[in-house]
Structure formats: structure tokens, C-alpha cells
């Protein structure tokens, strides 16, 4: 299906080059094209998302005749439809696979793809570990894919050998139902989580914590940084890598020390195990 004509904009709010009429579908613009104050928030927070990605994206598209970006947990995707919108569309390369669990919110995004004339936007609905993608990431993306989602995401890069990823990770209660269970025989650590409203904090904390080491335990070289503002989410740590090497002993052994000092294992590290990519091993020579 031909691809709808573009309306002209000039809100800063509005990617330069994007269609109105996908925002509109979207919901990121109302019918009679105006901005309310989430449909703001949201596309600021994709559009500085994009603009973050940019240098990973440049990369592949340089080197790559045909690169593969994989947004995970996709709900509604609003970061695919967009990424394709500002990045592949204007490349003419590249594809988009969306993984997404919930079959409803999986069919309106291959609706909408068709629609706009995304060719190379495919929708797999299921959930993200049984995703068969066929060929080699070059980008792996999850945009507040909640819990154990955004491990799922990072599995899928580190197995998959990913050229880059990036997470903004969203609610994470697992290692905060660890921590009650956790008896450190510090008192000085087993003080930072003695209270309910603590142990969930610092559980998030370290759930981020780990995901870090464990891309750098895999070779990536990682960025932690912010989204948008604070006032604009609560869920905004964006977590960027970029696979350098095959391991990285130091953060293996940093690795080991943190999940031993707080009596955790987070899905992600129980995960990579279950594949045979062990975060924590000692990496084999020669």
C-alpha cells in the first residue's frame, strides 16, 4: 500500500520528516492533530531515544547492506513505527522486527505497518526468548519492557551476538523479593535494604546494576546515562552497549562479587546459564 503523503509541521515537539497522519494513529497526536500532555511526554521520549540511538544506527547502516534492529516488548509500537519512520525509511535498507506478546497490540502494529507503507516492519507476536529471527541482530531495543522483559531483551542481544543494544528498563520487583530472603553477614550491607521502601529501590538499582556488568562480561562497552528529564518519567535509565570484545574478566569478577555480597540471581544471569553463556565464568583462553 502507498505510503500517506506528509503534512508539514514545524512544532519542535514533531520529528522533522514525520508523518502526521501516523501520529495520529499512533494516538502521539490527537484526531485534529494537537499535542496533549502524555501524547508529549511519550514522543519526547522516543524522539530522544531515536536521537540516542543515532550513532548505533549510523554504524550499521554503514556497514551493513541489510541490518536487522529488533525492538522487544514492543506494546504499542510507537519506538518501531518510528525508528522506521526516521531512520530505515530514509535509508531504504534495514528491516524491523517487533516482538511483541500480546496478539491484540501484535495485529494492530502489522496493521498499521501495512498501512503506511512500513514493508520491512514484521511483527512476531510471542514472547521474546522463543522469537525466531532468522538472521543476526544489528540492534536490539526495549523500551520500558517491564520485569524480567528487559533481561529477555538482553539475552536475546548477548546470544545473538548483537551489534548494539539499548535498554530503558521499566518496573523490576525480582531481586527486591530476593533481598527480603537475603541475610548478609555485613550489618553495613544488610542496612540498605532493612526497609520495604529501601529493598525496592536499591533492587531496582542493582537489577540495572547487574545488567551492566553483564553486557560488559559479554564484551560490550556500556553507557548508563539518562532518557529525558526526571519529570518526565520515573523509568528512565537508559542503558547503552556496544559489542567490542568476547569477554571482559574484570567484570565477570565484579560480577560474581556484587550477586555473592547481596545473596542475589537475577533472571538475567540465571538465563544466560540455562545457555550455556555464564556471565560469571571464568572465560576460557586461547
Same mark, same amino acid.
Given at each position: 500500500?502507498?505510503?500517506?503523503?506528509?503534512?508539514?509541521?514545524?512544532?519542535?515537539?514533531?520529528?522533522?520528516?514525520?508523518?502526521?497522519?501516523?501520529?495520529?494513529?499512533?494516538?502521539?497526536?490527537?484526531?485534529?492533530?494537537?499535542?496533549?500532555?502524555?501524547?508529549?511526554?511519550?514522543?519526547?521520549?522516543?524522539?530522544?531515544?531515536?536521537?540516542?540511538?543515532?550513532?548505533?544506527?549510523?554504524?550499521?547502516?554503514?556497514?551493513?547492506?541489510?541490518?536487522?534492529?529488533?525492538?522487544?516488548?514492543?506494546?504499542?509500537?510507537?519506538?518501531?513505527?518510528?525508528?522506521?519512520?526516521?531512520?530505515?525509511?530514509?535509508?531504504?535498507?534495514?528491516?524491523?522486527?517487533?516482538?511483541?506478546?500480546?496478539?491484540?497490540?501484535?495485529?494492530?502494529?502489522?496493521?498499521?505497518?501495512?498501512?503506511?507503507?512500513?514493508?520491512?516492519?514484521?511483527?512476531?507476536?510471542?514472547?521474546?526468548?522463543?522469537?525466531?529471527?532468522?538472521?543476526?541482530?544489528?540492534?536490539?531495543?526495549?523500551?520500558?519492557?517491564? %520485569?524480567? +522483559?528487559?533481561?529477555? /531483551? &538482553?539475552?536475546?542481544?548477548? *546470544?545473538?551476538?548483537?551489534?548494539?543494544? @539499548?535498554? !530503558?528498563?521499566?518496573?523490576?520487583?525480582?531481586?527486591?523479593?530476593?533481598?527480603?530472603?537475603?541475610?548478609?553477614?555485613?550489618?553495613?550491607?544488610?542496612?540498605?535494604?532493612?526497609?520495604?521502601?529501601?529493598?525496592?529501590?536499591?533492587?531496582?538499582?542493582?537489577?540495572?546494576?547487574?545488567?551492566?556488568?553483564?553486557?560488559?562480561?559479554?564484551?560490550?562497552?556500556?553507557?548508563?546515562?539518562?532518557?529525558?528529564?526526571?519529570?518526565?518519567?520515573?523509568?528512565?535509565?537508559?542503558?547503552?552497549?556496544?559489542?567490542?570484545?568476547?569477554? %571482559?574478566? +574484570?567484570?565477570?569478577? /565484579? &560480577?560474581?562479587?556484587?550477586? *555473592?555480597?547481596?545473596?542475589?540471581?537475577? @533472571?538475567? !544471569?540465571?538465563?544466560?546459564?540455562?545457555?550455556?553463556?555464564?556471565?560469571?565464568?571464568?572465560?576460557?583462553?586461547?
Amino acid at each position: 500500500m502507498a505510503k500517506p503523503p506528509h503534512d508539514p509541521r514545524t512544532d519542535p515537539d514533531v520529528p522533522k520528516g514525520m508523518s502526521i497522519d501516523l501520529l495520529k494513529d499512533l494516538h502521539l497526536l490527537t484526531r485534529d492533530g494537537q499535542l496533549n500532555a502524555d501524547a508529549r511526554r511519550k514522543l519526547k521520549q522516543i524522539r530522544h531515544l531515536v536521537g540516542l540511538l543515532r550513532p548505533a544506527l549510523d554504524d550499521v547502516l554503514a556497514r551493513s547492506a541489510d541490518p536487522v534492529i529488533v525492538d522487544c516488548g514492543a506494546g504499542k509500537s510507537y519506538l518501531g513505527a518510528l525508528l522506521y519512520e526516521l531512520v530505515l525509511g530514509p535509508a531504504q535498507k534495514g528491516e524491523l522486527v517487533a516482538i511483541e506478546a500480546r496478539p491484540e497490540l501484535a495485529e494492530q502494529a502489522a496493521s498499521r505497518a501495512a498501512r503506511f507503507g512500513q514493508d520491512r516492519f514484521q511483527v512476531k507476536t510471542g514472547a521474546i526468548a522463543a522469537a525466531a529471527l532468522g538472521k543476526r541482530p544489528s540492534v536490539v531495543t526495549a523500551l520500558h519492557a517491564c %520485569d524480567t +522483559a528487559t533481561d529477555d /531483551a &538482553l539475552a536475546l542481544a548477548i *546470544a545473538e551476538k548483537a551489534d548494539h543494544v @539499548a535498554v !530503558v528498563p521499566c518496573c523490576q520487583a525480582e531481586v527486591a523479593r530476593q533481598l527480603e530472603r537475603s541475610r548478609p553477614a555485613d550489618p553495613a550491607i544488610a542496612a540498605l535494604f532493612a526497609h520495604p521502601l529501601h529493598r525496592r529501590e536499591l533492587g531496582s538499582h542493582l537489577t540495572n546494576v547487574v545488567r551492566g556488568l553483564v553486557l560488559e562480561a559479554h564484551g560490550y562497552k556500556v553507557t548508563v546515562t539518562e532518557l529525558v528529564g526526571w519529570e518526565h518519567s520515573a523509568k528512565n535509565e537508559l542503558i547503552l552497549g556496544k559489542r567490542v570484545n568476547r569477554f %571482559d574478566a +574484570a567484570a565477570r569478577g /565484579a &560480577l560474581r562479587a556484587l550477586l *555473592a555480597t547481596f545473596s542475589i540471581e537475577p @533472571a538475567l !544471569v540465571r538465563d544466560l546459564r540455562a545457555r550455556g553463556l555464564d556471565p560469571t565464568a571464568e572465560p576460557e583462553r586461547g
